[in-house]
């Protein structure tokens, strides 16, 4: 008797029970020549019709340590391959079990596996993955609901196989196929420098930067602008320029780290790639680039110029928001005064920084002390006064609502601006509690 037609749209996949392994495995090794043994970090799930039945089996785990037609597509170096690798996955077993002979189950099935493929490894591994792999036996199927999924077709293996870590040709073509998670999959695989994603923790709330796509080369690069601050090291006995060591401790910054051991730590990690781009020393002997250390770092920053730093940081940034490096669809520049947690001056007072900071992305683009002294009015106009803001929109809380603040932005520097009122200007918070409905765009 001919069973049912089974309702694709209404099939739902989800990872197995601790206390469905043994039939999981029981099935695998009942329906698939290969039987239930999976390697690495793995992921296994099962895809129910609408009434609770098994239908197909779907395992992933460890991706092929080299494969030369994975390796050509996503164009990463020796050393990063190793580094990313984690982020690949490998369909290890796909088995549609007997009820769910149907046509297109199984490329449903695989679909919705998919879909949820990497939250869950970031559940369950802490991390996500960005690339599935698998491979077909040709002998065997044609691979036709891999295809159906937007799989690709890399290549063809050259028939070896890993035993007891060594590899061992067994004569056995087999086709290569790979399907992207997310379509940036490949430039933060191949990337010299960690993607966002990767770097990125469930903690931090702030975006991180790409620095896959910033500029450090080149005379408006990172490198030629950190060059212009004033190097006060005896130049006996210095090995590393005070440009790159400013550079590590930068992007080690953007990568998240919060103190000067961090920085050391993050530079040490450095693959070589990222080291040659950041300007590190290169040892004539040993061939290959060199960090420098976290007592380096210590010293440079400890006797570097803190207000160049500042201009020349955000100089950089600013250029690197305007020419599109860092993603900024409308240019919006928050000004806002901060009291540093920790940082105390001789007086037991703690410092006060006053920042101009593009919204979005995050990147401060002019900073500078307030002195005690005086406050941040004072200090509004000089923060600004070099930053080209034509058509951009600067935001402040109600300290700033002054005519001059306002003159300023729209006659010099041909920016908008939207100012906190609060009723300590009870003339003024009047007049715009007086304005009719739809005075101003949403």
């Known amino acids: 008797m001919q069973e049912p037609p089974i309702d694709v749209s209404r099939i739902s996949v989800r990872p197995i029970l601790l206390s469905e392994q043994a039939r999981f495995d029981a099935g695998l090794d009942e329906h698939h020549w290969l039987g239930h043994r999976l390697v690495g970090e793995t992921m296994r799930y099962v895809a129910l019709s609408p009434d609770g039945e098994w239908l197909a089996l779907v395992g992933f785990g460890a991706a092929a340590l080299a494969c030369r037609p994975r390796d050509s597509f996503v164009g990463w170096s020796d050393e990063i391959h190793f580094k990313r690798l984690r982020y690949v996955t490998n369909n290890q077993r796909f088995c549609i079990l007997p009820a769910g002979r149907q046509a297109n189950v199984a490329s449903a099935v695989l679909s919705r596996c998919l879909k949820r493929l990497s939250d869950d490894y970031e559940q369950r591994w802490g991390h996500p993955v960005f690339l599935v792999e698998t491979f077909v036996d040709p002998s065997r199927h044609r691979g036709t609901c891999y295809l159906a999924s937007n799989f690709t077709v890399l290549g063809t293996t050259l028939g070896y196989g890993r035993v007891s870590g060594r590899y061992v040709h067994h004569g056995k073509q087999k086709l290569c196929l790979a399907r992207l998670l997310r ?30 796509n910033v500029n450090f080369e080149g005379d408006s690069g990172l490198l030629a602008r950190l060059s212009q601050i004033c190097d006060h090291r005896k130049p006996r006995g210095v090995r590393h320029s005070l440009s790159s060591v400013l550079a590590v401790a930068a992007c080690a910054t953007v ?7 961090a920085i050391g730590e993050w530079a040490a990690d450095c693959p070589q790639e990222v080291l040659a781009r950041l300007g590190a020393k290169f040892h004539p002997v040993h061939k290959r680039y060199v960090p420098p250390s976290d007592a380096t770092i210590r010293r440079a920053i400890a006797a570097v110029d803190g207000d160049a730093l500042d201009e020349v940081i955000g100089e950089w940034l600013f250029d690197m928001v305007r020419t599109g490096h860092l993603e900024e669809h409308q240019l919006v520049v928050a000004v806002d005064g901060k009291s540093l947690r920790g940082a105390t001056q001789d007086d037991g007072r703690c410092v006060h920084l006053f920042a101009a900071m593009v919204q ?51 006659e010099d520097k041909d920016a908008d601006y939207l100012l906190g009122v609060k009723q300590n200007q009870p003339s003024l918070f009047e007049a715009i509690q007086s304005l009719p409905g739809g005075s101003f765009s949403p």
């Open 360 to 410: 979005g992305n995050r990147a401060v683009i002019a900073q500078r002390e307030v002195d005690h002294k005086t406050n941040e009015i004072t200090g509004f106009k000089p923060l600004l006064e070099d930053l080209d803001l034509q058509g951009a929109v600067v935001t402040a809380d109600a300290m700033h609502a002054q005519r001059e603040h306002a003159r300023f932005l729209c």
């Open 255 to 261: 990568a998240g780290c919060r103190s000067l051991t």
């Open 183 to 212: 379509r940036d999959a490949l430039s933060i695989l191949s990337g010299e420098f960690d993607h966002p994603a990767i770097s990125s923790t469930p903690r931090r709330k702030a975006p991180l930067i790409n620095l896959n």
